[in-house]
Nanobody, 123 residues
Framework: VQLQAFGGGLVQVGGSLRLSCAASGRAFSRYAVGWFRRAPGKEREFVAAVTANGGNTYYGDFVKGRFTISRDNAKNTVYLQMSDLKPEDTAVYYC?????????????????WGQGTLVTVSS
């Protein structure tokens, strides 16, 4: 599975962005997908995840209802809709795919990673 994340950019505080994670390869619909982020000087942090069939979603504690993860398996794409963005959301955002889906909040759970897309929130 190959993943490509895109949709990042510069946005003002309180604004919105939608990130996309496009996948190629077979059986993408069998993989859970997660979004992580890495802010400058910090460790990679769990943002959100969705199970293979889209039936369950999980979010990092800091999200507090501001982000929504979804997927369209017909398009091999997972989305992260972000709203009410804050300066502390500035980071490189990565998507990743996981076949086992046992511990979706863990970085080391994931089998495949895409390149990151930079989100910058200006105040």
């Amino acid at each position: 599975v190959q993943l490509q994340a895109f949709g990042g950019g510069l946005v003002q505080v309180g604004g919105s962005l939608r990130l996309s994670c496009a996948a190629s390869g077979r059986a993408f619909s069998r993989y859970a997908v997660g979004w992580f982020r890495r802010a400058p000087g910090k460790e990679r942090e769990f943002v959100a995840a969705v199970t293979a069939n889209g039936g369950n979603t999980y979010y990092g504690d800091f999200v507090k209802g501001r982000f929504t993860i979804s997927r369209d398996n017909a398009k091999n794409t997972v989305y992260l809709q972000m709203s009410d963005l804050k300066p502390e959301d500035t980071a490189v955002y990565y998507c990743a795919a996981d076949y086992r889906a046992n511990a979706l909040r863990r970085v080391d759970e994931y089998d495949y990673w895409g390149q990151g897309t930079l989100v910058t929130v200006s105040s």
